[in-house]
């Protein structure tokens, strides 16, 4: 069965998913890298950018699942560029020619355009759909496979709060950047849906999984 | 020397210590005992409350040092009672006559009155003051020991944006309030001064210690 799952969100402690003011130069606004710093450091992400070494642990295990069983992404309009991206004809993304994710990508937006086509599988398809319309297109693309929900905060809200997030995987970062996007807003009773389990690891972080009851 | 320490303090995963609407039927709005129920099964409890039994791992060891080494605490007017307590000349708190602090307890309100002096050591003092006036007093009443700031969330919110917590131990819960007073709002950077430890119990929650760094 397709499932639609969130791998390694990570949020802050007190709950933001990005900081502010997002810009060009600060996708994650004054949060900067702080959010990523415990994937940078996994043996996962370093083969990825061809560097040597890194952590095999429990970090680096769930980095690795981030595309395993993926058959497409659906993300936001502002995981796919800085505000105004839609007024820039040549925008493709932050990611360069071969984005890291080697599927159809789905992007949420209030301006559509044609999809663009990048090395290495990944096709942008650029939708203004509600989070059910578009996961239906999203599965179709993803032949059986997983759909992952890529954020940002706003995103992944609303796939939750519309009941469509069967695996959701969070990582508790322990800062406090006190402002920026949150990720748990309006959710009350959310767990009454999932399992739980939180488990931290030594390099600071916790990673939180909510994973679907089957009823 | 004297420390200032917060022990166990829970928050949801969105970050509240208390639902709302908080009243005497609810102590913690609609929250009820969801965010103390980790504690409910530890040995520590058990035994306070004369029962036989419970869990005896990390949870119990965070919930044994609430009382270690404490001469004093401070709390807020909405810990010591539902709204409205100050118009009640009779309110002595939540706790009966032999309230679990045994030691002066100061309670900062708007509303003064005496002293109230209960069973087992423990006597509630009223104090109008700001958090290091307030603090300045309890240390004196610790005699030596260090002070516990035992919430709720907007005092403890409080005494950290005043860079007064030395020691902060909080235990986040796998549940998703949606609404209540927020505990880390206002507090960007914090972790800074701090070391920052999280780790996970089998029971759910994530025990998240701030130690302050000697500088």
Known sequence: MSLVRVQFFSISLDGFGTGDVQSR?????????RLHEWMFAT???RERVGEPGGTGGID??????????????????N?????????????????????PFH??????THHPRPPIELEGGTT???VEASPAEALETAREA?????VRIGGGATVIRDFLAARL?????????????GRGVRLWDGLEGLERDYEVEAVSSPSGVTHLTFTRRTV
């Open 25 to 33: 130069d600060a996708p994650f606004g004054h949060a900067g890298e």
């Open 43 to 45: 043996r996962s992400w």
């Open 60 to 77: 680096d295990a769930f980095a690795r699942l981030h595309d395993v069983g993926i058959g497409a992404e659906i993300m936001g309009a």
């Open 79 to 99: 995981k796919f560029g800085p505000p105004g991206w839609h007024r820039d004809p040549e925008w493709k993304g932050w990611w360069g020619p071969n984005p």
């Open 103 to 108: 599927t159809p990508v789905f992007v949420l």
């Open 124 to 126: 942008f398809h650029f």
């Open 142 to 146: 993803a032949d059986g496979r997983d």
């Open 165 to 177: 997030v069967d695996h959701l995987h969070v990582v508790v970062v322990p800062i406090l950047l």
